[in-house]
């Protein structure tokens, strides 16, 4: 990691001297400086998109700063505004040394990078300047994310493919519309009212921060509210508290055994500590019968995946969980519920938590039998891959068996610490 970041570093070190060397216009200092500390400013109140693999993905506002810096001012005022604006906040102030220098080196680089792909381009109109400032942001947003990938692939040991096509989307879905718009404004206005465009445009980020931090918090409190049902409902009965999170856990294992990352991780480890959402409106007394089901209380239960669709379908962000929710008892030879589904007709995802949902089923005791041991709840799988189960997943869980018992014991329910 730290050889990673030290490559990076070398390489903004060599630009700037290089553009040093070659006697690279510097903009008045004064104006840099009160640039670069707004850049810096706005960067110390970053919008959290969401969280990726378990990291807190932000987006930096002091962007805007750096690639309307691309372009009105030369390539090296611009990498020095981006460097400052880089520095990490006060409230960060303890944070790792080598960390703010790879955050300061990568960005002078993306900063640069746009400065000098803006000026390959013979602006001489405005649908030029808007094409090519585009360009520049594409640019710029390609190799920050880039190297910042690789930063959270190095210490979390993930794919980079993954995580680089995940930031990318977000980048490009969210960030690309707000920095070209607000740059552009930036820009058009700066022969005007010189370095005074800054307090125009430090009002729309703020806005667009309040803006995206409200709904952001509209929808957490929704899917927290969820969680609460969720852990309420297994509360009830001791032998499944905590389902949830075990079977969330379990998904990421064979997720990431087969390739899965980034933002399609984490939607299934939301699916999967949602996944038996539905039973909330399953009588206690169906839930926790010590004795067999009567057909009638079996056709109850296994409404709950619908139910659990339904009101997932509620909170417009996860839609996409949906039918991974609604599938997640249905069974590779088509005898599962609620619809009959088989193969690859069932979602993924769906068979993923399926599967895992059966083995923390089998691994936990219920109130109508003990549990079994990790190697008999393994061999149980095993012998029903090709019909109840996903053979690839099958197998995926086999050769993780060993992070699957892990697992077990560090999250197993307070009742079999009493034994």
């Known amino acids: 990691m ?66 309307s810096a691309a372009v009105i001012f030369s390539p090296i005022s611009a990498m020095f505004i ?74 979390t040991k993930k794919r980079f493919g993954g995580i680089l096509k995940d930031v990318l989307i977000d980048f490009f879905g969210l960030s690309i519309f ?28 703020l806005a667009i921060r309040f803006v995206i931090n409200l709904y952001r918090k509209f929808l957490n409190t929704k899917l927290e509210a969820m969680y609460a049902l969720t852990k309420a409902l297994e509360e009830k009965d001791p032998y499944t508290a905590g389902h949830g999170e075990r079977v969330s856990l379990y998904c990421e294992v064979i997720a990431e055994k087969i390739g899965i990352y980034g933002k399609r991780l984490d939607d299934l480890k939301i699916a999967a500590q949602l996944h038996d959402i539905g039973k909330i409106g399953v009588r206690d007394i169906v839930l926790n019968k010590p004795a067999r089901l009567t057909d009638a209380e079996y056709d109850e239960i296994k409404r709950h995946p619908v139910d659990g669709a339904r009101i997932i379908s509620e ?57 079994f041991t990790h190697d008999e709840a393994v061999k149980m799988i095993v012998s029903g891959s090709g019909k109840d189960f996903d053979p690839e997943l099958v197998t995926a869980l086999i050769e993780s068996k060993d992070r699957f018992n892990e697992i077990r014991v560090a999250k197993a329910p307070l009742y079999m610490s009493e034994k």
């Open 2 to 67: 730290k050889f990673y970041i030290a490559i990076i570093t070398i390489i903004s070190g060599a630009l700037i001297c290089a553009l040093l060397f070659f006697h690279e216009t510097v903009d008045p200092w004064w104006i840099l400086i009160i640039w670069a500390l707004s850049g810096w400013v706005a960067d110390s109140y970053p919008v959290e998109v969401r969280k990726i693999n378990g990291n807190r993905w932000m987006i930096g506002l002091s962007m805007t700063f750096n690639l």
């Open 82 to 155: 981006s460097m400052v604006a880089g520095l990490p906040p006060l409230e960060n102030a303890n944070a790792k040394w080598y960390k703010s220098i790879f955050n300061v080196a990568q960005i002078s680089i993306a900063t640069f990078a746009a400065a000098y792909v803006y000026r390959l381009f013979p602006v001489n109109s405005e649908i030029v300047k808007i094409f090519a400032i585009l360009i520049a942001i594409g640019v710029y947003a390609i190799i920050n994310n880039t190297f910042v990938a690789g930063a959270v692939s190095l210490a």
């Open 178 to 205: 707000i920095s070209l718009a607000i740059s552009y404004l930036a820009i058009y206005l700066y022969p005007y009212v010189h370095f005074y465009v800054i307090f125009i445009i430090l009002g729309p980020l």
């Open 315 to 371: 909170i417009p962000s996860l839609e996409r969980i949906v039918p991974w929710v609604r599938y997640h008892h249905e069974r590779w030879n088509g005898t599962g519920y609620p619809d009959g589904k088989k193969g690859k007709d069932i979602p993924l995802e769906a068979r993923i938590i399926g599967i895992c949902d059966v083995y923390d089923a089998l691994t936990t005791k219920r109130s109508y039998r003990d549990e």
